[in-house]
Protein backbone atom coordinates (compact mmCIF):
# COMPACT_ATOMS: atom_id res chain seq x y z
CA UNK A 1 0.00 0.00 0.00
CA UNK A 2 1.07 3.59 -0.90
CA UNK A 3 1.89 6.49 1.21
CA UNK A 4 -1.09 9.32 1.53
CA UNK A 5 0.59 12.86 0.28
CA UNK A 6 -0.57 15.42 2.70
CA UNK A 7 -2.94 17.55 0.98
CA UNK A 8 -3.25 20.21 3.59
CA UNK A 9 -1.68 21.30 7.20
CA UNK A 10 -5.36 22.51 8.10
CA UNK A 11 -8.92 20.64 7.97
CA UNK A 12 -11.17 21.28 5.37
CA UNK A 13 -14.73 23.10 7.02
CA UNK A 14 -17.05 21.58 4.94
CA UNK A 15 -21.27 22.20 4.99
CA UNK A 16 -21.97 18.53 5.40
CA UNK A 17 -26.25 17.58 4.53
CA UNK A 18 -28.13 14.68 6.91
CA UNK A 19 -27.99 11.68 5.72
CA UNK A 20 -25.84 12.33 2.11
CA UNK A 21 -22.62 10.31 1.65
CA UNK A 22 -19.28 11.85 1.09
CA UNK A 23 -16.08 10.17 -0.20
CA UNK A 24 -13.29 11.68 1.44
CA UNK A 25 -9.85 11.19 -0.44
CA UNK A 26 -7.45 8.80 1.72
CA UNK A 27 -4.47 9.48 -0.71
CA UNK A 28 -3.75 12.87 -0.72
CA UNK A 29 -3.79 13.10 -4.67
CA UNK A 30 -7.30 14.43 -5.42
CA UNK A 31 -7.94 18.20 -7.00
CA UNK A 32 -10.63 18.04 -5.46
CA UNK A 33 -10.09 17.69 -1.82
CA UNK A 34 -11.30 16.41 1.04
CA UNK A 35 -12.91 14.55 -1.19
CA UNK A 36 -11.96 11.42 -4.12
CA UNK A 37 -11.50 11.91 -7.74
CA UNK A 38 -10.22 9.25 -8.75
CA UNK A 39 -6.73 9.96 -8.30
CA UNK A 40 -5.38 6.66 -6.22
CA UNK A 41 -5.94 4.50 -8.83
CA UNK A 42 -2.69 2.53 -8.89
CA UNK A 43 -1.75 3.55 -5.06
CA UNK A 44 -3.01 0.62 -2.96
CA UNK A 45 -5.46 3.57 -1.29
CA UNK A 46 -8.87 3.72 -1.49
CA UNK A 47 -11.44 6.35 -0.58
CA UNK A 48 -13.62 6.28 2.42
CA UNK A 49 -17.28 6.51 2.37
CA UNK A 50 -18.82 8.65 5.21
CA UNK A 51 -22.85 9.35 5.69
CA UNK A 52 -23.52 12.60 7.54
CA UNK A 53 -25.62 12.28 10.72
CA UNK A 54 -27.14 15.43 10.98
CA UNK A 55 -25.83 18.75 8.66
CA UNK A 56 -23.63 21.34 9.18
CA UNK A 57 -20.13 22.26 9.34
CA UNK A 58 -17.57 19.29 9.80
CA UNK A 59 -13.41 19.67 9.51
CA UNK A 60 -12.67 16.61 7.18
CA UNK A 61 -8.76 15.70 7.66
CA UNK A 62 -6.47 17.58 5.03
CA UNK A 63 -3.41 15.69 6.38
CA UNK A 64 -4.20 12.31 5.91
CA UNK A 65 -3.01 11.12 8.83
CA UNK A 66 -5.84 11.35 11.60
CA UNK A 67 -7.00 8.23 13.99
CA UNK A 68 -10.35 9.13 13.31
CA UNK A 69 -10.72 9.05 9.67
CA UNK A 70 -11.98 10.58 7.91
CA UNK A 71 -12.51 13.60 10.40
CA UNK A 72 -9.47 15.58 11.62
CA UNK A 73 -8.37 14.76 14.91
CA UNK A 74 -5.67 17.50 15.09
CA UNK A 75 -2.83 15.17 13.87
CA UNK A 76 -1.67 17.93 11.20
CA UNK A 77 -0.33 19.76 14.47
CA UNK A 78 2.56 16.92 14.74
CA UNK A 79 3.60 16.89 11.54
CA UNK A 80 7.31 18.55 10.32
CA UNK A 81 7.66 21.96 8.30
Same mark, same amino acid.
Given at each position: ???? !???? +??? @?? !?? !???? +????? #?? #?? =?????? @????S? +? %?? %???????????????? @? #???????????C????? =?? %??
Open positions: MGNP !VIAS +KTP @FA !VE !VESG +KTYYW #CS #CG =RSQSQP @FCDGH +K %GT %GLAPLAWTAEKSGTVY @F #CGCKHTQTPPLDGSHK =RL %GP
